[in-house]
């Protein structure tokens, strides 16, 4: 019996010891579950603090959530045919063409040439543009239609919606290398997160020929839900892959880190637009710039005009090319060529004026050329029209 009861205390002392043992291993693996919470919660809260952050900073995209003034505001401001800028009726054409005041001429004046594109064609004031130089060179007013922030796809849309109204004889589209990025985009603040309320239309691509497709939100629940749904409402956007600021938020910041092109960019040194040049990216950007151009072209001579692409570097082409030697957009130069558009590339050009001097002679700091700027692209543009043979003619003594 003493034996037995021995082993009855050795079994209950192995017992406890056991239990002891759970119990110390439990500790242990909540202590480790608590730090792993832990420290996963301030690893999120601090990505998504440093998200928000790139996000103020236009290095990372958003779908924000829109207040109801800012649904309010977009909606007065959209155009219905192009995004926003000049307003379009419900066949999509602008009522009256409006294109920037030129102190130079009488308003009143026929233009001998007109000129499509974004901010870099719009310029900085009404006598600090190259459209602006350009009628200077010619002795004649130079209708001026750019629009701030357009792709070279909604000059296109603007050139057709102001058919049989914009009769200038020549007329050229300006397309700055980055439109390449803005021709595949339909929410402008996947490229640029400062711009909340910008939404636009694009081309596809199907079988050689452009279709049309319209701005991706259309009333105020549309604007309301497409933070909710973004792959419902942003199908068409080649840039909605971008990673955005939401849950996992430290997932989301890595795969910044490692994917998007503006960390490649300023890591690689190259301009951010320079991958969709390649024949091969998967938003299929150069093909259907080409198309875009080579439409805007084919419509143009269709009415009896002439003519002009005039393909524009960025601050950030320029240094590339100084130090590389390539121009990120001589694609889109070498397809054009091919199919007989008329073009003019003036990034050699900037780059020969400038040789050693700091591009800062030519750029503001946000990128847009200064006045000198403006003047040179004009003089370029002017030289090589008169090379093709479609400078206008000079004007009647």
Request: charge should be neutral; include cysteine.
């Given at each position: 019996?003493?034996?037995?009861?021995?082993?009855?205390?050795?079994?209950?002392?192995?017992?406890?010891?056991?239990?002891?043992?759970?119990?110390?291993?439990?500790?242990?693996?909540?202590?480790?579950?608590?730090?792993?919470?832990?420290?996963?919660?301030?690893?999120?809260?601090?990505?998504?603090?440093?998200?928000?952050?790139?996000?103020?900073?236009?290095?990372?995209?958003?779908?924000?959530?829109?207040?109801?003034?800012?649904?309010?505001?977009?909606?007065t401001r959209r155009s219905a045919g192009l995004g926003w800028g000049p307003l379009t009726d419900g066949a999509g054409r602008v009522a009256q063409?409006?294109?920037?005041?030129?102190?130079?001429?009488?308003?009143?004046?026929?233009?001998?040439?007109?000129?499509?594109?974004?901010?870099?064609?719009?310029?900085?004031?009404?006598?600090?543009?190259?459209?602006?130089?350009?009628?200077?060179?010619?002795?004649?007013?130079?209708?001026?239609?750019?629009v701030g922030g357009f792709g070279s796809d909604q000059a296109l849309m603007l050139f057709r919606a102001q058919r049989g109204r914009d009769a200038?004889?020549?007329?050229?589209?300006?397309?700055?290398?980055?439109?390449?990025?803005?021709?595949?985009?339909?929410?402008?603040?996947?490229?640029?997160?400062?711009?909340?309320?910008?939404?636009?239309?694009?081309?596809?691509?199907?079988?050689?020929?452009?279709?049309?497709?319209?701005?991706?939100?259309?009333?105020?629940?549309?604007?309301?839900?497409?933070?909710?749904?973004?792959?419902?409402?942003?199908?068409?956007?080649?840039?909605?892959?971008?990673?955005?600021?939401?849950?996992p938020y430290t997932v989301q910041l890595a795969r910044w880190l490692l994917e998007d092109p503006f960390v490649r960019s300023r890591l690689s040194?190259?301009?951010?637009?320079?991958?969709?040049?390649?024949?091969?990216?998967?938003?299929?950007?150069?093909?259907?710039?080409?198309?875009?151009?080579?439409?805007?072209?084919?419509?143009?001579?269709?009415?009896?005009?002439?003519?002009?692409?005039?393909?524009?570097?960025?601050?950030?082409?320029?240094?590339?090319?100084?130090?590389?030697?390539?121009?990120?957009?001589?694609?889109?130069?070498?397809?054009?060529?091919?199919?007989?558009?008329?073009?003019?590339?003036?990034?050699?050009?900037?780059?020969?004026?400038?040789?050693?001097?700091?591009?800062?002679?030519?750029?503001?700091?946000?990128?847009?050329?200064?006045?000198?700027?403006?003047?040179?692209?004009?003089?370029?543009?002017?030289?090589?029209?008169?090379?093709?043979?479609?400078?206008?003619?000079?004007?009647?003594?």
């Amino acid at each position: 019996m003493v034996g037995m009861r021995s082993r009855d205390v050795v079994g209950d002392v192995g017992d406890a010891g056991v239990r002891v043992e759970r119990r110390s291993r439990g500790r242990e693996a909540v202590f480790w579950l608590v730090l792993v919470v832990l420290v996963g919660g301030v690893s999120e809260i601090l990505a998504a603090l440093a998200s928000a952050v790139l996000v103020e900073r236009g290095a990372m995209a958003d779908v924000p959530r829109l207040s109801e003034a800012e649904i309010t505001d977009a909606l007065t401001r959209r155009s219905a045919g192009l995004g926003w800028g000049p307003l379009t009726d419900g066949a999509g054409r602008v009522a009256q063409p409006a294109p920037r005041p030129d102190p130079a001429f009488p308003p009143g004046r026929a233009p001998c040439a007109s000129a499509y594109g974004d901010s870099f064609t719009l310029g900085a004031a009404d006598d600090v543009t190259y459209p602006h130089f350009l009628a200077v060179a010619f002795g004649c007013p130079v209708a001026n239609y750019g629009v701030g922030g357009f792709g070279s796809d909604q000059a296109l849309m603007l050139f057709r919606a102001q058919r049989g109204r914009d009769a200038a004889p020549i007329v050229v589209l300006g397309h700055l290398s980055e439109n390449i990025m803005r021709n595949v985009n339909q929410y402008q603040r996947l490229l640029y997160p400062a711009s909340r309320l910008k939404f636009k239309p694009r081309f596809l691509l199907e079988d050689g020929a452009l279709i049309w497709v319209p701005i991706p939100v259309a009333d105020a629940a549309d604007y309301r839900a497409v933070a909710e749904r973004p792959e419902r409402y942003l199908a068409h956007d080649a840039l909605l892959g971008r990673p955005r600021p939401e849950f996992p938020y430290t997932v989301q910041l890595a795969r910044w880190l490692l994917e998007d092109p503006f960390v490649r960019s300023r890591l690689s040194g190259r301009p951010w637009h320079a991958p969709l040049y390649r024949a091969d990216h998967p938003s299929g950007a150069l093909p259907l710039t080409v198309r875009i151009l080579s439409t805007f072209a084919a419509e143009a001579r269709g009415e009896g005009r002439r003519p002009l692409v005039f393909l524009i570097p960025m601050r950030a082409d320029v240094v590339y090319a100084r130090r590389t030697g390539d121009w990120p957009d001589a694609p889109l130069v070498e397809a054009l060529r091919t199919d007989g558009i008329p073009v003019v590339h003036a990034g050699p050009s900037v780059l020969a004026h400038l040789g050693d001097a700091d591009p800062a002679t030519l750029f503001v700091a946000d990128g847009h050329p200064n006045a000198a700027g403006y003047a040179l692209l004009a003089t370029i543009l002017a030289d090589e029209m008169r090379e093709l043979g479609v400078a206008p003619a000079p004007p009647a003594s």
